[in-house]
């Protein structure tokens, strides 16, 4: 049997290499379609929510994934170039020999599953995902000699990301806890979990496109000050004043933009999670949604991505550096500790300090490269969290999108106005900023 097995496998690939071999502009063709790329980056997406990636994880595993993608395809693509030299310390990965044929899509999307497996955790997703596309390339007729050096190449710019990778001091921070200092105004743990802070030196991580995590400061929050006339205490009474009169239109938006990847249920004396969209997914989900609708090509797809990917990242290490700079109490703790016990918040607050809004600030910098790279005031459906029980909700615009995503987390009483309004102002300046930095056209 064994023998038989063999000789069929051989038989099967003597028969492929043999095999009247088809154009390169046909089979290209059929490797062109930006559909693969589009269901491989919502693979990843998967795989990111089955591993509960916290965001700013989440956001980086997307950066050097859709790098891979984009640098493995560039060289098919004469208008075009590399980001090699553009971004901090990144190298211009090694050409293809121009002696020889290569079917760069077939490259581009080995290189982003390359990445993507190494970056996650559960290697069973990939290898099925893989079997199952990889078998749908052989079927175009890219002979055997082009696909396997495609493939090879592929690898080789997974290869180059990845070493980029290693070197951004993501597992030097690794295990790092945070210590609560419990001083007056500063953020402490908070129901229903009081998990631990998340990711205190995400600051320390090397950044993409800033030169440094500091390049864009936000103002000071308003000071700690619980008199009844302070501004502190208006922007309280604010949240709480919201919160205890919720519109069914401000509860829908809070829950829609919730992209909590791991939110608490506690019933009785058990506790249990669901796992969700991250918000970095959520907002490549938007970019598949738009760049479907307008028929992107293969290339202005990847572009797409990558761009948005590191706006994405970016925004999160400067948010970062502000939230553990700042250090802000979280309104759940003012409000629980001040005047009534029993609120909760509409939303689970996340376990990170208040200052300034995660969610506004990557949703405004990843807008603003949508917008740029795909147009402004382009009206889109996003059905991102539909199947998670989120809804539907239409936009005229990106800026309309991540003003919405900015306000929900005031309506989910997570956020206070300033946190919000600030996160957006510093991810409209990152996002400006890749568009400067990182060049993607000749």
Same mark, same amino acid.
Request: hydrophobic content about 35%; proline content about 6%.
């Given at each position: 049997?064994?023998?038989?097995?063999?000789?069929?496998?051989?038989?099967?690939i003597?028969?492929? *290499?043999?095999?009247?071999?088809?154009?390169?502009?046909?089979?290209?063709?059929?490797? *062109?379609?930006?559909?693969?790329?589009?269901?491989?980056?919502?693979?990843?997406?998967?795989?990111?929510?089955?591993?509960?990636f916290?965001?700013?994880?989440?956001? !980086?595993?997307? %950066?050097?994934?859709?790098?891979?993608?984009?640098?493995?395809?560039?060289?098919?693509?004469?208008?075009?170039?590399?980001?090699?030299?553009?971004?901090?310390?990144?190298?211009?990965?090694?050409?293809?020999?121009p002696?020889?044929?290569?079917?760069?899509?077939?490259?581009?999307?080995?290189?982003?599953?390359?990445? %993507?497996?190494?970056?996650?955790?559960?290697?069973?997703?990939?290898?099925?995902?893989?079997?199952?596309?990889?078998?749908?390339?052989?079927?175009?007729?890219?002979?055997?000699?082009?696909?396997?050096?495609?493939?090879?190449?592929?690898?080789?710019?997974?290869a180059?990301?990845?070493?980029?990778?290693?070197?951004?001091?993501?597992?030097?921070?690794?295990?790092?806890?945070?210590?609560?200092?419990?001083?007056p105004?500063t953020?402490?743990?908070?129901?229903?979990?009081?998990?631990?802070?998340c990711?205190?030196?995400?600051?320390?991580?090397?950044?993409?496109?800033?030169?440094?995590?500091?390049?864009?400061?936000?103002?000071?929050?308003?000071?700690?000050?619980?008199?009844?006339?302070?501004?502190?205490?208006?922007?309280?009474?604010?949240?709480?004043?919201?919160?205890?009169?919720?519109?069914?239109?401000?509860?829908?938006?809070?829950?829609?933009?919730?992209?909590?990847?791991?939110?608490?249920?506690?019933? %009785?004396?058990?506790?249990?999670?669901?796992?969700?969209?991250?918000?970095?997914?959520?907002?490549?989900?938007?970019?598949?949604?738009?760049?479907?609708?307008?028929?992107?090509?293969?290339?202005?797809?990847?572009?797409?991505?990558?761009?948005?990917?590191?706006?994405?990242?970016? %925004?999160?290490?400067?948010?970062?550096?502000?939230?553990? !700079?700042?250090?802000?109490?979280?309104?759940?703790?003012v =409000?629980?500790?001040?005047?009534?016990?029993?609120?909760?918040?509409?939303?689970?607050?996340?376990?990170?300090?208040?200052?300034? *809004?995660?969610?506004?600030?990557?949703?405004?910098?990843?807008?603003?490269?949508?917008?740029?790279?795909? @147009?402004?005031?382009?009206?889109?459906?996003d059905?991102?969290?539909?199947?998670?029980?989120?809804?539907?909700?239409?936009?005229k *615009?990106?800026?309309?999108?991540?003003?919405?995503?900015?306000?929900?987390?005031?309506?989910?009483?997570?956020?206070?106005?300033?946190g919000?309004?600030?996160g957006?102002?510093? @991810?409209?300046?990152?996002?400006?900023?890749?568009?400067?930095?990182? =060049?993607?056209?000749?």
């Open positions: 049997m064994k023998l038989t097995l063999l000789g069929l496998s051989l038989a099967f003597f028969i492929w *290499s043999c095999a009247p071999e088809t154009a390169p502009e046909e089979y290209n063709a059929k490797a *062109s379609d930006p559909a693969y790329l589009h269901q491989t980056v919502t693979h990843l997406t998967d795989v990111i929510i089955h591993d509960i916290k965001p700013p994880v989440a956001s !980086r595993i997307y %950066g050097y994934a859709s790098l891979a993608a984009y640098e493995a395809l560039v060289p098919g693509y004469d208008g075009f170039q590399s980001l090699g030299g553009q971004l901090i310390d990144y190298s211009t990965p090694a050409p293809p020999d002696n020889e044929i290569y079917c760069f899509p077939l490259a581009s999307i080995q290189a982003l599953m390359s990445v %993507g497996k190494t970056l996650t955790f559960s290697e069973d997703m990939w290898e099925d995902y893989q079997k199952d596309i990889l078998e749908k390339y052989k079927q175009m007729g890219i002979p055997s000699d082009v696909y396997k050096r495609s493939i090879e190449y592929g690898d080789q710019i997974a180059h990301v990845l070493a980029y990778a290693n070197k951004d001091n993501y597992k030097e921070i690794r295990g790092y806890r945070y210590t609560v200092t419990n001083e105004g953020w402490v743990p908070t129901p229903p979990a009081y998990a631990d802070a990711e205190p030196k995400w600051n320390t991580v090397r950044t993409f496109t800033l030169d440094s995590a500091q390049q864009f400061t936000c103002p000071p929050p308003a000071k700690y000050d619980l008199n009844k006339n302070s501004k502190f205490m208006e922007l309280c009474m604010e949240v709480y004043e919201i919160s205890n009169n919720l519109t069914e239109e401000q509860r829908a938006t809070a829950y829609f933009w919730d992209d909590n990847a791991f939110v608490t249920n506690v019933v %009785g004396h058990a506790m249990f999670a669901n796992k969700k969209m991250t918000p970095p997914g959520h907002w490549l989900a938007i970019a598949r949604t738009v760049a479907t609708d307008k028929n992107l090509d293969l290339i202005h797809a990847a572009e797409v991505y990558a761009l948005g990917s590191l706006a994405l990242y970016d %925004g999160f290490v400067s948010c970062w550096d502000e939230k553990y !700079r700042s250090v802000r109490i979280r309104p759940e703790t =409000i629980n500790n001040g005047w009534d016990p029993a609120w909760r918040p509409y939303l689970e607050t996340p376990a990170f300090p208040e200052y300034v *809004s995660g969610h506004s600030a990557i949703s405004a910098a990843c807008g603003v490269v949508l917008t740029q790279l795909l @147009g402004d005031n382009v009206a889109f459906t059905t991102t969290e539909k199947k998670y029980g989120h809804g539907v909700k239409s936009f *615009s990106f800026e309309e999108a991540y003003w919405d995503a900015s306000m929900s987390r005031v309506y989910g009483g997570i956020h206070f106005r300033d919000v309004e600030e957006t102002r510093l @991810g409209e300046k990152i996002g400006h900023h890749v568009l400067k930095t990182a =060049i993607t056209r000749k």
